[in-house]
T-cell receptor
Framework: DSGVTQTPKHLITATGQRVTLRCSPR?????VYWYQQSLDQGLQFLIQ???????AKGNILERFSAQQFPDLHSELNLSSLELGDSALYFC?????????????FGEGSWLTVV | GQNIDQPTEMTATEGAIVQINCTYQ??????LFWYQQHAGEAPTFLSY????GLEEKGRFSSFLSRSKGYSYLLLKELQMKDSASYLC????????????FGKGTTLSVSS
């Protein structure tokens, strides 16, 4: 158990819908990262927040957005869902934003768009 | 763009040694990580290299050559439970500490 908690674990929804994935980082960690993992693309970095502020942005679609709240939990919002958005979404956290910090992954949220 | 390359699949037998290579071409470099991921599970941290050379950790070792943009993960005394995907990831020099991952190498260990 990494200490990173993600909910829901599994989610099935229809195309065009909107979902919210939630992540609670390890106690004391200020950085939260979101990754998308699909079979053909591997683990793709989406976005990072540090202490409530956006720190780095990867291959995140405009239909997706995220935020980190004062209690440091984070939410990833996925809207206008398409079949291709079906993937395993991981949240990870680390203590800070300096180099060398190991990031710890949650168990992931399986999203299936039908 | 960022490019991290690893072989897609490798096979080996129990008790053997296997080396998984990773080459990278990235806009920045602040260290290289190796993660292990069993199917459907979270990636778990194995090793971190920021300086050239070999880091040894039990049955696992990782090597880095920054001038060559090259790393490898060496797994000794392979066990069936080592069957997993091994992900090479580069820590970029950005405002944050985003890890960029390769697509992973699926290792199958047979008896």
């Amino acid at each position: 158990d990494s200490g990173v908690t993600q909910t829901p674990k599994h989610l099935i929804t229809a195309t065009g819908q909107r979902v919210t994935l939630r992540c609670s980082p390890r106690s004391g960690d200020l950085s939260v990262y979101w990754y998308q993992q699909s079979l053909d693309q591997g683990l793709q970095f989406l976005i990072q927040y540090y202490n409530g502020e956006e720190r780095a942005k990867g291959n995140i679609l405009e239909r997706f957005s995220a935020q980190q709240f004062p209690d440091l939990h984070s939410e990833l919002n996925l809207s206008s869902l398409e079949l291709g958005d079906s993937a395993l979404y991981f949240c990870a956290s680390s203590v800070g934003q300096t180099s060398g910090n190991t990031i710890y992954f949650g168990e992931g949220s399986w999203l299936t768009v039908v | 763009g960022q490019n991290i390359d690893q072989p897609t699949e490798m096979t080996a037998t129990e008790g053997a040694i296997v080396q998984i290579n990773c080459t990278y071409q990235t806009s920045g470099f602040n260290g290289l990580f190796w993660y292990q991921q069993h199917a459907g599970e979270a990636p778990t941290f194995l090793s971190y290299n920021v300086l050239d050379g070999l880091e040894e950790k039990g049955r696992f070792s990782s090597f880095l050559s920054r001038s060559k943009g090259y790393s490898y993960l060496l797994l000794k005394e392979l066990q069936m439970k080592d069957s997993a995907s091994y992900l090479c990831a580069v820590l970029l020099n950005q405002a944050g500490t985003a890890l960029i991952f390769g697509k992973g190498t699926t290792l199958s260990v047979s008896s």
